[in-house]
């Protein structure tokens, strides 16, 4: 099942990295590096609280994934 949460770091075929989630019709993040799409993957997961990071290899196959615990979600109040 996927959660609305989850995102892919994928090689943007114009050069640099995408962070898109399924089913979007726009990314949510380019990055000139995999590193960086991976950091920006894991805030955006973060602060949306929570999900799966998949980060393709260039060859477009799941290389590794990545579960993100919730992060700095401002709806989130714990008193």
């Known amino acids: 099942m996927t959660n609305s949460n989850d995102r892919h770091v994928v090689q943007n075929?114009?050069?640099?990295w995408d962070v898109t989630?399924?089913?979007a019709?726009?990314?949510s993040a380019h990055?000139?590096?995999q590193a960086?799409?991976?950091d920006r993957g894991r805030q955006i997961i973060?602060?949306?609280g929570g999900g799966e990071l998949n980060i393709h290899g260039r060859?477009?196959?799941i290389r590794a994934k990545d579960t993100i615990a919730p992060g700095n979600d401002p709806r989130n109040i714990r008193g």
């Open 46 to 48: 973060g602060n949306a």
């Open 25 to 27: 019709s726009r990314v």
């Open 59 to 61: 060859d477009g196959q």
């Open 13 to 16: 075929p114009n050069g640099g």
């Open 21 to 23: 989630a399924p089913g």
């Open 31 to 33: 990055t000139p590096t």
């Open 36 to 38: 960086a799409a991976i």
